[in-house]
């Protein structure tokens, strides 16, 4: 299993408090110690920084968390191996260009049996049933909309990938989160929390690590921001969790879209693969 | 115009080196200020550093010069903006995914008036002609071997390239790195040097800044490490320029394939679009 985080805003705004307490779930407050990555969209660019190390100890993860990056989007991971050895080919975010967009995938879940359908234009360079999942859902977007020359906005795209996330979550539990730049997409199967934060923010306190931030003085009055993850980020905020099945659409930091799949079950947590080559994690504190 | 540096070696060899002296081309010794992009393959994975920052002075490139990343195949890129504004989206190299193998591409010369064909699969996501070109390169191979479950090697490669690439030179000045992480393809139009490097390793002296290494301690007997660069990165080596029309192959380290093209023109160099925002060279160290 893996933890996810992300966020959409209506204004660039800075990650770096809430990687901060996301990435000790990688290797300090949590075993999620077999790679992270994290992505940041830049207008119509995206920066994905990634590494096969545990996110507490990786000296990447120390310069994301020490240069604020400002971005209106954000997608992080951070990989409890399940399926597909630790290399960096298996870090999330995974990404793919479609109709002039990049478009990035998170996943924390496990989907075994899934296999993209034959013929799938994209293919998984690494070995992840996630990955593959990615590639199957992009190539359904092709083939959906394949006659355009101009990529769909958020109100065309949300129902064919409410329709498309809810046939993958039947294969396994779907916790994801992607994004084009524009909106933010979201799947709950088991464990996805959101919290917006607008005007007058408060000073938040981070779960896994002794800090607090007074966001009052970095935001204005009109600033809105919607924080996504897979267990709260923060003490005494209202962080809300999704339900099964549902399926979230966020754009400017504001919830635009939603639908609850009611057929949508949760499985059981699968034990990982016996042949899986995992850190124990201690390999991360050691 | 842009500078280019790339590196093949038939074992993990880390290049904090070489990208000292690349990237002080990046506001200290040369005004390729408009950012910067560096490629590293790890296995199957393929790990981009850019920012849109000076390479001279971005915190990230000081980052990529203080940790050593091991890897056999490298493509780096420092940015002088002719076409494209300064943004995250126009830094190369730029990386499309292709029968599951990560693709990365940078480019230095101008081909204006080049557009990919109608209908081309991948889009470019920024605004150079540079992105355009490798687009209309991807799409290329996508319908070339458009059956194939497996992807290519070079041996089947080279000539599909070395054509494809002679045609788009056609258009401007195309010197070119791209690598699917296997083989490292280059042409040449105007300004691309060459170096291999065997037992007994030299001392090495960057041409950029007053530094040498001596390389014997790090290498062994049977390893071969050849770089590109747009110029010399070292005094005292043995770099070779490649002629106007030059397409090669590198695997391993070695040069595995060759083929000019004698039509091939080098162009006079362009002037940077008129309406660009580029930065002024000493932005970079103000």
């Known amino acids: 299993m893996c933890q996810l985080m992300g966020m959409s805003c209506n204004k660039p705004a800075a990650t770096t408090f809430s990687f901060t307490g996301f990435s000790a779930r990688g290797g300090l407050t949590s075993d999620h110690v077999d790679g992270w990555g994290i992505a940041f969209y830049d207008g119509k660019g995206c920066r994905v920084f990634q ?20 971005s209106k989007v954000v997608v992080a991971h951070v990989r409890k191996a399940t399926q ?24 924390n879940g496990d989907l075994r049996d899934f296999q993209p359908p034959q013929g799938c234009q994209d293919m998984p360079v690494g070995s992840t049933d996630s990955e593959r999942a990615f590639c199957a859902l992009m190539s359904h977007l092709r083939g959906h909309f394949k006659d355009r020359l101009q990529p769909p906005e ?16 039947a294969h396994g539990n779907l916790n994801m989160l992607l994004s084009d730049g524009q909106a933010l997409y979201v799947h709950c199967s088991t464990h996805l929390h959101q ?5 007058p923010f408060p000073k938040a306190q981070l779960v896994d690590r002794d800090m607090s931030l007074d966001l009052g003085p970095l935001n204005a009055e009109g600033d809105t921001m919607t924080l996504l993850a897979t267990e709260p980020l923060t003490r005494d905020e209202p962080w809300q969790a999704l339900c099964t099945g549902e399926f979230r659409v966020y754009a400017q930091g504001h919830e635009v879209w939603r639908q609850i799949n009611p ?15 995992s850190r124990p994690m201690w390999a991360a504190n050691s």
Chains 1, 2 share one sequence.
Request: proline share 11%.
């Open 51 to 70: 590494d096969d190390q545990p996110a507490s100890h990786s000296p990447l993860a120390d310069y994301v968390r020490r240069h604020p990056i400002k």
């Open 154 to 169: 958020w109100p065309e795209l949300a129902p064919v990938l409410a329709d498309f996330t809810s046939k993958l979550a």
């Open 84 to 107: 597909g050895d630790v290399q960096s080919a298996n870090c999330h975010p995974f990404q793919r260009e479609w109709l002039g967009r990049t478009w990035v995938f998170a996943h």
């Open 263 to 277: 057929q949508t079950q949760a499985f059981p947590m699968a034990c990982p693969d016996p042949d899986l080559k």
């Open 195 to 199: 919290l917006t934060r607008n005007h």
